[in-house]
């Protein structure tokens, strides 16, 4: 089976086609959605105490511009550089749940403020996972039953009520991000699944003409230097008539190892479509380039495909066009190693050209 040839690119986390997990790209939303949310909360809550219309602790005031600078940095960060997620979406975690705490301990006679526990521990479980959820509902139940307060403020039996609902709260989250994390998995392996069958041969398993196309473009875009070699079985039809279609594919799946070998970790070998097949080979010198087609050359030439008690043998021809220093886009090389191809055939086959 073919490797992917598209890096692991986290700057791509916005497109549906980087190599960035569904989880991954999740996350990255939902951090950048909390962070702006809690970014404007803050912001309302101090203007209001600064208008003053709420009155509350000089050190409650503090933590309120202190967590509207930090969503504004994170917010910036997460932007600019989307590999920092994982990072961000603890910070940001950090940060809520230090502002919830520290108004919880110092605004008694706002009894509601309990309520706050409860989307911070579902905004950890949303943009952090399993871990990050459990240790803040860990941390508010500690604080609940730790902080001594004023009972006529929140009674024994109202932190019990709250703790219990904290728990249930928090379980149920667990299961859900456990469930979510699982549907999101088995829709990621579906979608590339889907997305190897688009790309590949089916009978041959190389890498089919749309992948060779989206593997073009990627190296125009940076400008990285390749050599296309289109190879086609010399008189396959022959063969096909002689021996069957079964036999055919038998040479096709033998041909296509050979490509394969030959391509190695530099290279992408691609079947485009019947016995022609093509072979991209990115920035490798053009002596090189030349002497590994003459190997695969003399490789398929030496094989010999055992089918019903006959010993087939074939051979290839190739023609071999360079990017460098050719001016032409990647539809104009590819052109240029078809007509060298052609022109291998014409000079007697099991050969190779080079494009003038």
């Given at each position: ?8 690119v986290?700057?791509d ?20 959605t ?5 970014g404007?909360t803050?912001?309302f ?10 009155t509350v602790?000089?050190i ?27 990072l961000v ?5 950090g940060?809520i ?5 520290v ?17 911070v ?31 006529d ?45 688009a ?11 749309l ?17 296309l070699?289109?190879?086609d079985?010399d ?37 485009l ?13 053009s ?6 087609v ?7 030439e ?6 019903e ?6 051979t ?9 220093g ?31």
């Open positions: 089976m073919p490797a992917d040839h598209r890096p692991f986290w700057e986390v916005r497109s549906q086609n980087s190599g960035v997990s569904e989880l991954a790209r999740f996350r990255y939303r939902s951090s950048r909390i962070l702006l949310f809690c404007l803050n912001a809550n101090l203007i209001v105490t600064l208008a003053g219309a709420w602790p000089l409650v005031a503090c933590m309120t511009a202190f967590g509207l600078a930090s969503c504004l940095a994170l917010y910036v960060l997460i932007s600019k550089r989307p590999a920092t997620t994982p979406s603890w910070l940001t975690i940060v749940m230090a502002q919830t705490l108004t919880f301990v110092a605004v008694e006679e706002d009894q509601a403020r309990i309520a706050w526990f409860f989307p521990v579902g905004a950890a479980f949303l943009i952090a996972g399993q871990r990050c959820g459990l240790i803040v509902t860990g941390v508010f139940l500690a604080a609940l039953l730790a902080v001594d307060l004023d009972p403020t929140l009674s024994l039996a109202n932190r019990l009520t709250i703790g219990i609902a904290l728990l249930a709260a928090g379980g149920a989250l667990s299961v859900l991000d456990r469930k979510f994390r699982d549907v999101l998995g088995t829709l990621e392996q579906s979608r590339a699944q889907l997305r190897l069958q790309s590949t041969d089916p009978l041959t398993g190389l890498w089919n003409r992948a060779l196309r989206e593997r073009l473009d990627a190296l125009e875009n940076a400008g990285t230097p390749f050599a070699i289109v190879c079985l008189r396959f039809k022959r063969l096909n008539d002689r021996y069957g279609h079964l036999a055919g594919d038998r040479v096709l799946t033998a041909a296509a190892h050979c490509l394969q070998a030959c391509a190695g970790e530099a290279g992408m070998a691609v079947r479509g019947g016995e022609e097949f093509c072979l991209l080979l990115e920035n490798m010198p002596q090189e380039v030349i002497e590994r003459e190997t695969l050359r003399r490789l398929v030496d094989a010999t495909i055992l089918f008690g006959s010993a087939i043998r074939v290839a021809s190739f023609g071999i066009a360079f990017s460098e050719s001016g032409m886009n990647p539809d104009q090389i590819l052109k240029a190693a078809d007509d060298a191809l052609y022109a291998a055939k014409s000079g007697g086959r099991n050969r190779l050209q080079v494009a003038a």
